[in-house]
């Protein structure tokens, strides 16, 4: 019985010893990694949207028989600004050179603004004592701009960088004052594609080798347009229109890098 008890135990300590053998060599199920995109260098194309927000400032200057009361009259009831909201979207194509931990190139975008606004304010002459109506307008439905950028990379996967260069976009105003006294209207407008400068700053994320996002911030100014307009019954009076236009972008977008 003894040696029976001593033969049992003698097999169990060798069956469990290669037991553990045998879970020593089995693979270790490694932890999953955080994506890592290794080099930046290469062409991105990507679609964007967010939102807009305009600030257009509309000052005019009468000389209007240079009658003292009946300018200041008319530049303080047209003074005003608009600052309307909007949706934005569009599409953008860039180049990246990574550098260490550093990524410079550039990135070009067209979008889709659609930013527009207006307003009629009626009040009385001082010298007729009859209504007088201004009226003004603008409208901006694209803008394009292109831009360096240059950033750093706190991990392999994040992008952090600042951007700035040209913009372009379309710009259209609309200016007119009618007079109920005598029927004499002042009108004049324009609408041409303007060119100044943006700025902002952005961050990027890599989802995969391939795919990343990305969230932005542009400051866009478009400089300014003036134009006259000339009384319809005396062409001696005239309007000086003068308007400034700024643009401010908040938006969200994806790339798809080509190759590296």
């Known amino acids: 019985m003894r040696r029976l008890i001593v ?12 037991s553990m053998v045998c879970a020593a060599d089995l693979p270790v199920k490694a932890r999953p990694m955080a994506v890592s995109v290794a080099d930046w260098t290469g062409w991105h194309v990507g679609l964007n949207a967010g939102a807009t927000r305009s600030n257009v400032n509309v000052d005019w200057d009468a000389h209007i028989n240079n009658t003292p009361l009946v300018n200041p009259q008319i530049n303080s009831f047209a003074a005003n600004t608009f600052d309307p909201w909007g949706f934005t979207g569009g599409a953008q194509l ?6 260490g ?3 410079w190139g550039g990135e070009a975008d067209i979008q889709y603004t659609g930013l527009k606004d207006s307003r009629s304010v009626t009040y009385i002459g001082l010298v007729t004592g009859s209504p007088n ?48 006294f005598n029927g004499q209207t002042f009108a004049a407008s324009s609408d041409e594609v303007r060119a100044g400068w943006t700025a902002g700053v952005g961050g990027e994320v890599a989802l995969s080798p391939k795919w990343t996002i990305k969230a932005e911030y542009l400051h866009v100014d478009l400089g300014s347009t003036d134009y006259t307009s000339i009384g319809s019954l005396i062409p001696g009076n005239t309007i000086d229109h003068h308007h400034s236009f700024t643009e401010d972008l908040v938006r969200l977008g994806v790339n798809y890098r080509i190759g590296g």
């Open 7 to 18: 033969s049992l135990s003698a097999t169990a300590l060798i069956i469990g010893s290669a």
């Open 94 to 99: 860039g180049y990246d050179r990574q550098v």
């Open 101 to 103: 931990a550093f990524v």
């Open 133 to 180: 109506t201004i009226t003004e307008s603008f409208e901006s439905n694209w803008l394009a701009t292109v831009r360096g950028r240059i950033g750093v990379l706190p991990t392999s996967s994040i992008l952090l960088y600042a951007t700035g260069g040209l913009a372009v976009g379309q710009v259209k105003y609309a200016d007119t004052r009618f007079v109920a």
